[in-house]
């Protein structure tokens, strides 16, 4: 009976979002892709952006049509506000409707004060700020009532990291916004929150932390292991589902018990 009553919730499980569809800017690789490739798991037919790698966006596409999920590809460059006009168009055309609006297109960049230019800045708001702004007013058209906004943040939002000033500070950007449009998307039922990763291995965790590093954050966070994407996943799973409707404006730290 065990077995019965556990394959009967992981079938719930796994269409708690049919009929849904999602749009994952920057889902070619890394937490992206993790996120695509849970949020089909759940039902959610998946569209994903990415820039330039189109051979890593066909491979999350194939993988996800593999499991009998449907999954579209579009390149676009989020800092691009005819790039992103065009995508949601594209959208309109193929599905018709964006359900579930995952902002998690973004680029890194660290280097004492010093060191950094205006330019360093462009690169890194453009993507991590205007991006998602420039994205999520173009969307708005697409999202019915009780639709759902998540925005991928980081811890580095919260946390005074030397360094890091000009990520950190788009990153913190991100979080205001949520709360602000929580507010301003109310009234429609549709919800926005954000999701805070800690120490999550992909290839900006790669670029951002040397791995004679890894020890000694494992040995700082409370469950003793670097974060994976699948985990990041699961938590934005929950925050595009049903299950989440009484939560709103929320930024919820993903980290392990890293920064507590």
Not at 47 to 73: F, R, S
Not at 97 to 120: C, H, M, Q, R, Y
Not at 137 to 164: F, M
Request: charged share 20%.
């Amino acid at each position: 009976m065990t077995t019965i009553v556990q394959e009967k919730l992981e079938a719930q499980n796994s269409n708690k979002l049919a009929g849904k569809v999602a749009l994952v800017t920057g889902g070619s690789r890394g937490i992206g892709a993790a996120i695509a490739a849970r949020l089909a798991q759940e039902g959610a037919t998946v569209l994903i952006t990415y820039t330039k790698n189109k051979k890593a966006a066909d491979e999350v596409v194939t993988e996800i049509t593999k499991q009998g999920k449907t999954a579209h590809a579009f390149k676009a460059d989020v800092a691009c506000e005819k790039e992103t006009n065009a995508l949601i168009e594209d959208v309109q055309k193929a599905v018709g409707k964006i359900d579930i609006l995952i902002n998690n297109a973004g680029v890194w960049g660290a280097g004492p004060l010093e060191t950094l230019t205006l330019e360093s800045y462009n690169k890194i708001f453009d993507v991590n700020v205007k991006g998602v702004i420039g994205t999520t007013i173009a969307a708005l058209k697409l999202i019915p009532e009780g639709g759902r906004i998540i925005n991928i943040s980081s811890v580095a939002g919260k946390v005074a990291l030397p360094g890091v000033s000009i990520y950190s500070a788009s990153k913190a950007a991100l979080d205001h916004l949520t709360k602000i449009w929580a507010h301003e998307l109310g009234p429609k039922g549709i919800t926005v929150n954000a999701v805070a990763p800690g120490t999550t291995v992909s290839d900006m965790f790669n670029e951002a932390i040397a791995e004679d590093q890894h020890a000694g954050l494992i040995e700082k966070t409370a469950l003793r292991r670097l974060g994976q994407a699948e985990d990041i996943a699961a938590v934005v799973a929950f925050l595009a589902s049903k299950d989440s409707g009484w939560v709103t404006g929320q930024t919820i730290t993903a980290d392990g018990g890293l920064n507590m």
